[in-house]
């Protein structure tokens, strides 16, 4: 790909899902069944889990490729071999799939196989998140609002906050709360901060439900000290410490948020 093509910063952006080719029956089946051995015991059924991966990759698996590639990475029922990870997600690109351009990014951003570039790396995952891809979408997103230069900062923020809300859409709680710390602190809006702070923590974000303790027990950001919040919202952290699956779909009402309007930092 002619990553000089792509700016990062680019201004346009609709969001939109991943649409991917769909998989070949049998191919997924035992894509299926290789992620199931390794949710039980990836060491012990490694050569199984690679034998699985390679058929269904036979067939254009792209998510069979992508992780067969980490196996690569890992070591993991195959000799350690970087450029063979890089190899299949380039077959992953070659099938028009988002998440191979996703991969390649951050190969080009740790090393992985590649020389290390950051332009490259940065122009393959926005490519990726203009395809819908939720991860690369997070990515460019933090990328955008971190950046220093304040006026730069401000002209793109549109468009972070658009992958974000697109990334958060899609499932990822990861999103919802890179957007309530750029509320709590770019924006000065508590409101909109705990919105999004109470969005990641329905889908059992531990990290926001912890800062939803926090706000409340501490009195912070301009809030009012609140310890019977405090506690409903520690209550539920300290669960999802305990089981990473737990959500609260009815966390509205769990632990309501303070009415509107909120006072401001």
């Not at 890089?86 to 020389?115: K, N, P, T």
Request: aromatic share 10%.
């Amino acid at each position: 790909m002619n990553t000089d093509k792509i700016d990062w910063q680019s201004l346009e952006f609709t969001c939109t899902r991943e649409q991917n080719p769909p998989f070949d029956p049998e191919a997924d089946h035992w894509y299926r069944t290789a992620r199931n051995y390794q949710k039980k015991d990836e060491e012990a059924f490694a050569t199984e889990i690679v034998a699985l991966y390679r058929q269904a990759i036979d067939k254009n698996h792209y998510n069979a490729m992508l992780r067969l590639g980490l196996m690569y990475i890992q070591g993991v029922g195959v000799q350690p071999d970087e450029r063979a990870a890089v190899d299949l997600a380039e077959r992953v690109i070659d099938l028009g799939v988002a998440s191979g351009y996703y991969q390649i990014g951050v190969f080009l951003q740790q090393g992985i196989g590649v020389r290390p570039d950051r332009a490259a790396s940065l122009a393959y995952m926005r490519k990726a998140a203009d395809m819908g891809n939720k991860e690369a979408q997070l990515a460019i997103g933090k990328k955008l609002i971190g950046i220093k230069e304040k006026d730069i900062r401000e002209r793109v923020a549109p468009v972070a906050v658009a992958m974000l809300d697109c990334a958060f859409g899609q499932g990822l709680a990861e999103a919802s709360y890179e957007l309530a710390w750029y509320y709590a602190k770019d924006t000065q809006e508590t409101a909109h901060a705990l919105k999004a702070f109470q969005a990641a923590g329905k889908l059992g974000h531990r990290q926001s439900l912890y800062n939803l303790y926090s706000i409340f027990n501490k009195g912070e950001y301009g809030v009012d000290k609140d310890p019977v919040r405090a506690a409903c919202y520690e209550r539920l952290w300290r669960e999802v410490k305990t089981n990473k699956d737990a959500t609260f779909p009815k966390l509205d009402r769990i632990c309501p948020l303070p009415p509107a309007p909120m006072p401001k930092f």
